[in-house]
């Protein structure tokens, strides 16, 4: 329909300016007395500021004299002034069609236009040519250069299409009432939104019926809402805490301010200022990290680069860092609505500053290591030269979600298949418990969850009063879990979900053995040490092994009166002498770190068993893994 309209407008154009075109035209010192006296006229009601009486003078100028190229070139400025975008074009065509560069900056401002009416090949074209041929220099070259970058980006996106069929999201959740910003957890079982009645806007929540396939009818959350304004909100992964914009507030810092809601030992706490993380200016749109421990949002603080950008802090204890400016994703324009997807490395965000179809377009950036990727534009038609606002995807990627008022009128959420190339990574939500080994009682416990190649990268959770947990692992990628509780020896487990497999939700039963117990000073069990690795077929202590390591030495040093036995264990590859020493070598080799770190050695013994000492098949893989293994006793 865009396309159909824009040729319409093309059509039209080329007629009305078929007079325009000739060899010759008239100027302010060819024309007649008479045209010349109207022409006076007509700049000073321009500069009178009567703009509507202005354009009337010129157009009966253009009428009686086309080939007047002042006359034509001072309407399309007044046209374009007025915001009659199309009348403008047709004036600067027909002044173009004269002479192409009398004015070369007629080029520069029909480029413009096109530009924004989505005509980017004839966009480029006339920028181009400016740029050429019109010598522009200072700002006027830097915009010029600017909006032929993007003309050519848009051009190229409107020519390789990406898969767009949006509906509305089926079931109660859409209402003759505004809906907007549909939010998940990793379970895929809540739906947070807003909607806004009476010009007031709260936080609704919806849980999903597996068996009816939909979504129940929602409920709004009685805790948060206010007579305030409550939206622009993020969900942590485990549900466990809602960040949300508050305007406005008798305890806000600025305009609008960022503020957290959070659910410890199963009781919901009353919404709180994020503090420090506000600023005396506009702070919203806050996206968390997996566990609620780092948030993106948008700010127009001081010391940006543009006019909204993305900033990024996280939580150390009970205080967040100085807010830090994702330099490699802002602009000079704005950037807002940052959603971060459930792998903590793939942003989402609206942008006007980076090359798109127009206003506000979605892009995309990855995260490796500490750097972004450059920002990917999320293509046509998902963007258009209108203005596309905050994307967010559901865990299991089968839909990508937005707020339009495209059908209805007023704001609903919708849904669509998101293009293969702009997927992320495939998750899972993987749950866990937490007991008493001996009673099988709930333990509030720490869980940390963490890439081995990158120990620094964590994501922390706490358990609820029933020992439970809930976090995000990354198909085809090694996940290392600790749990620590006081007063236990702590769990290690390596886990990693195969990446042919779907999403889904993978449980962990997690019990821990108390160091003491009724005058026992030993553990029932071994601690297998699963994050602990070699090199292969050596007894080298691979970096990845730096964090259990850490663990270890922490559980020795704040239990001064224990002592451990650490063993070493092999699977029946090889020699069976060979295999006893290797397990004796890598046993060692933990033994000598602990001393290395200040661990008396009185309180430390090593043994190597070999490969007498199976837990599983050595007749697979797997089991052969199982076998090969560091643990440690508590004697």
Same mark, same amino acid.
């Given at each position: 329909m865009v396309r159909l309209f824009s040729f319409m407008i093309v059509l039209l154009s080329l007629s009305l300016?078929?007079?325009?075109?000739?060899?010759?035209?008239t100027t302010i010192e060819t024309i007649s007395k008479k045209t010349a006296k109207a022409y006076d006229e007509a700049l000073a009601l321009r500069n009178g500021s009567m703009t509507e009486k202005a354009i009337a003078k010129l157009e009966g100028i253009v009428k009686s004299d086309p080939l007047f190229i002042d006359a034509s070139l001072t309407l399309g400025a007044l046209y374009y002034e007025n915001a009659q975008v199309n009348e403008a074009a047709n004036a600067f065509e027909c002044a173009i069609a004269l002479d192409s560069f009398y004015m070369p900056r007629a080029l520069y401002s029909l480029g413009r236009i096109y530009l924004q009416r989505g005509e980017f090949f004839k966009a480029s074209q006339?920028?181009?040519?400016?740029?050429?041929?019109?010598?522009p220099d200072g700002t006027h070259k830097t915009n010029?250069?600017?909006?032929?970058?993007k003309a050519k980006v848009a051009a190229l996106l409107v020519a390789h299409p990406v898969k767009f069929e949006p509906e509305l999201l089926p079931g109660p959740i859409n209402?003759?009432?505004?809906?907007?910003?549909?939010a998940f957890t990793v379970d895929g079982q809540h739906l947070l939104y807003t909607r806004k009645v009476g010009g007031q806007e709260d936080l609704f929540i919806s849980y999903w019926d597996s068996v009816a396939n939909t979504w129940i009818s929602p409920e709004r959350m009685q805790v948060v809402n206010t007579s305030h304004n409550e939206g622009a909100h993020a969900v942590s992964a485990d549900g466990s805490m809602i960040a949300f914009t508050g305007c406005g507030r008798p305890d806000g810092v600025g305009s609008c301010d960022i503020y957290f809601w959070q659910r410890k030992y199963g009781i919901w706490q009353s919404p709180q200022n994020a503090g420090g993380i506000n600023s005396k200016g506009w702070d919203s749109h806050p996206a968390l990290t997996a566990d609620g421990h780092g948030i993106y949002f948008s700010s127009d603080r001081p010391g940006g680069i543009g006019g909204r950008d993305i900033w990024y802090t996280e939580r150390h204890g009970d205080r967040w860092t100085k807010p830090v400016n994702l330099a490699a994703i802002n602009t000079p324009g704005n950037e807002e609505s940052p959603f971060l997807y459930f792998d903590n490395q793939t942003l989402y965000f609206m942008s006007d500053g980076h090359p798109g179809m127009g206003d506000y377009d979605l892009f995309s950036s990855t995260k490796t290591g500490s750097a972004w990727s450059t920002p990917k534009n999320l293509g046509y038609p998902i963007n258009t030269i209108g203005r596309e606002g905050a994307l967010t995807i559901h865990p299991n990627r089968e839909y990508a979600y937005f707020t339009s008022d495209r059908e209805t009128g007023q704001n609903d959420i919708y849904r669509f298949k998101l293009d293969s190339s702009l997927l992320p990574p495939l998750v899972s939500n993987l749950q866990g418990v937490v007991t008493d080994a001996s009673t099988g009682v709930p333990i509030i416990a720490t869980v940390i969850v963490y890439d081995p190649s990158d120990s620094l990268n964590q994501l922390h959770y706490t358990t609820d009063i029933e020992g439970k947990f809930s976090t995000v692992i990354v198909h085809g990628r090694p996940y290392g879990i600790h749990v620590v509780a006081q007063g236990y020896a702590f769990y290690s487990d390596q886990v990693m979900v195969h990446d042919t497999l779907p999403y889904g939700q993978y449980v962990v039963k997690v019990q821990l053995t108390s160091l003491k117990r009724e005058g026992e000073t030993k553990t029932a069990n071994p601690v297998v040490l699963r994050n602990i690795e070699f090199e292969s077929g050596s007894a080298?202590?691979?970096?990845?092994?730096?964090? $259990?390591?850490?663990?270890?030495?922490?559980?020795?040093?704040?239990?001064?009166?224990?002592?451990?036995?650490?063993?070493?264990?092999?699977?029946?590859? +090889?020699?069976?002498?060979?295999?006893q020493i290797l397990s004796e070598a890598r046993a060692s080799a933990v033994y000598d770190w602990l001393i290395t770190k200040g661990i008396d050695a009185s309180r430390l013994s090593?043994? +190597?068993?070999?490969?007498?000492?199976?837990?599983?098949?050595?007749?697979?893989?797997? +089991?052969?893994? $199982?076998?090969?293994?560091?643990?440690?006793?508590?004697?």
């Open positions: 300016c078929l007079q325009c075109s000739a060899q010759h035209f006339l920028l181009q040519r400016y740029l050429e041929r019109g010598k010029a250069e600017e909006y032929l970058r209402t003759k009432e505004s809906e907007a910003l549909p080298k202590l691979l970096s990845s092994s730096t964090q $259990e390591l850490n663990l270890l030495h922490t559980l020795l040093t704040e239990n001064p009166d224990i002592h451990i036995d650490i063993h070493g264990h092999t699977d029946n590859v +090889g020699e069976e002498t060979d295999n090593f043994k +190597g068993f070999g490969e007498t000492r199976p837990v599983e098949t050595n007749d697979t893989e797997e +089991g052969r893994q $199982e076998n090969r293994r560091t643990e440690f006793v508590v004697r």
